[in-house]
Nanobody, 122 residues
Framework: QVQLVESGGGLVQAGGSLRLSCAAS????????MSWFRQAPGQEREFVAVISWSGDLTRYADSVKGRFTISRDNAKNTVYLQMNTLKPEDTAVYFC???????????????WGQGTQVTVSS
């Protein structure tokens, strides 16, 4: 079992920044692809970003490219999402997720955190 706990969400004005953190349990953290998803009101859960075990592979949703950066520190069992130039449409609950596999077309992680709320006001 892998436990994931998100933190760092909050209320910010458009154009501002937030950094989300996800603390993971277990020695196997370094072997997992780590990702962020989000779910806005009235919307389905959507992919935001993913990073490989080594950090050499990263992928971002088109809506956040150039604004968000995913990173990880395996020694600290932590993954981060730096969010800059936030827009009202970024408002959502953000979830951390983990899995040993990744697919660019069908990615359904097995382990999920409970989420942290990000609200961007205009």
């Amino acid at each position: 079992q892998v436990q994931l706990v998100e933190s760092g969400g909050g209320l910010v004005q458009a154009g501002g920044s937030l950094r989300l953190s996800c603390a993971a349990s277990g020695r196997t953290f370094s072997t997992y692809f780590m990702s962020w998803f989000r779910q806005a009101p009235g919307q389905e859960r959507e992919f935001v970003a993913v990073i490989s075990w080594s950090g050499d592979l990263t992928r971002y949703a088109d809506s956040v490219k150039g604004r968000f950066t995913i990173s990880r520190d395996n020694a600290k069992n932590t993954v981060y999402l730096q969010m800059n130039t936030l827009k009202p449409e970024d408002t959502a609950v953000y979830f951390c997720a983990a899995d040993v596999r990744y697919s660019s077309t069908t990615y359904e992680p097995n382990y999920w955190g409970q989420g942290t709320q990000v609200t961007v006001s205009s």
